[in-house]
């Protein structure tokens, strides 16, 4: 079945570091890509998202490209914010069968120290 | 404003006492579902729903119910409560066109003793 795994945390950076959270995926298709962020005591919130191989998703200075060669969906920032602190979820959707369920990494929690 | 609502935000019960959780959604989304959150695990379905009186069990359904009487609506039933079900439960709705983004309530912590 399809799976995603993602990079062990947590993870503290200094403020203005470079981002890099490591994702890649297993899936029978051609999945949709997604990276979700939940900050302290809220639901997942949708950062950004690409539906076909190549495809770059950004938001608030995050990017990821979906890369179908190596199976991968990694999240980058080139200068993170103590505001950027959160746990990230990389997540996958083949859309099989109409259900939209979504295939969840076990999170990255992020710390980010002024 | 458009959001995906749960109540209660948290719940403290006792094996075998059944407790609903509701989920309710404003923007007219046919697709609903719940996921459980636990330590290590990240997110599992629970069920879904593609419309009113559409449900199906998704990857961890026992010990769970749905229903789905209104399209807004889509409440998450346990019967008879344990503490492995012990957990933070999310809602989440989207338009169901096939492309997985989805909109999540805040949450619910359930802890069951």
């Known amino acids: 079945g399809d799976s995603v795994t993602q990079m062990e945390g947590p993870v503290t950076l200094s403020e203005e570091a470079f981002l890099t959270i490591n994702c890649t995926y297993t899936a029978t298709g051609y999945p949709s890509l997604f990276w979700y962020v939940q900050y302290p005591g809220e639901g997942l919130q949708l950062l950004l998202k690409a539906t076909k191989a190549d495809d770059k998703g950004s938001n608030k200075g995050f990017e990821a490209t979906y890369r179908k060669e190596t199976t991968s969906f990694h999240l980058e920032k080139g200068s993170v914010q103590v505001s950027d602190s959160a746990v990230y979820f990389c997540a996958l959707s083949d859309g099989g069968f109409g259900n939209e369920k979504l295939t969840f990494g076990t999170g990255t929690r992020l710390t980010i120290i002024p | 404003e458009a959001q995906v609502t749960q109540n209660p935000r948290y719940l403290i019960t006792v094996t075998g006492k059944k407790l609903t959780v509701t989920c309710s959604q404003n923007?007219?989304?046919?697709?609903m579902s719940w996921y459980r959150q636990d330590p290590g695990l990240g997110l599992r379905q629970i069920y879904y729903s593609m419309n009113v009186e559409v449900t199906d069990k998704g990857d961890v359904p026992e010990g769970y119910k749905v229903s789905r009487k209104e399209k807004r609506n889509f409440p998450l039933i346990l019967e008879s409560p344990s503490p492995n079900q012990t957990s933070l439960y999310f809602c989440?709705?989207?338009f169901g066109q096939g492309v997985g983004e989805q909109f999540f309530g805040p949450g619910t912590r359930l802890t069951v003793l």
């Open positions: 989440a709705s989207s």
């Open positions: 923007m007219n989304h046919e697709y």
